[in-house]
């Protein structure tokens, strides 16, 4: 292992614990703003380097996050209500406990259908490294 991989790791904390409710905000979903959302931006909380995002979002009724072009891949989970997920035009129907994995390169989004909000979780690598 190189000295400047050893260094990395030295500098990294065992862990980071983070709280859910002290990373929440309402905000308009990405991409579009389309409608309203709980943001819980978690792994912002968590110190560098750090190679992942992970985030939870609840889509109120009738929000999206617009399709956008994605650069890695990424994971959509469903944690309760109904949306459907689009990828470069192919959309599916997801529901609690159903996971949405995109690939890089596609075109994708999300909205909320159904009678409750969205909730879900969406995990992808930090290109910030």
Known sequence: MS????????????????DERDTRRE???PHGAIGTSTAYRISDAVPQPR???FRRRILHRGAAIGEHPIDHDEVYYVLDGEGEVVSDGQRARLTKGMAAYLYKGAVVGIRQVGRKP????????????
């Open 3 to 18: 000295l400047a991989a050893l260094l990395l790791l030295a500098a990294s904390p065992p862990m980071a614990v983070i």
């Open 27 to 29: 905000e308009a979903p």
């Open 118 to 129: 969205l909730s879900l979780i969406i995990s992808y690598p930090n290109n910030q490294r």
């Open 51 to 53: 190679a992942m995002e």
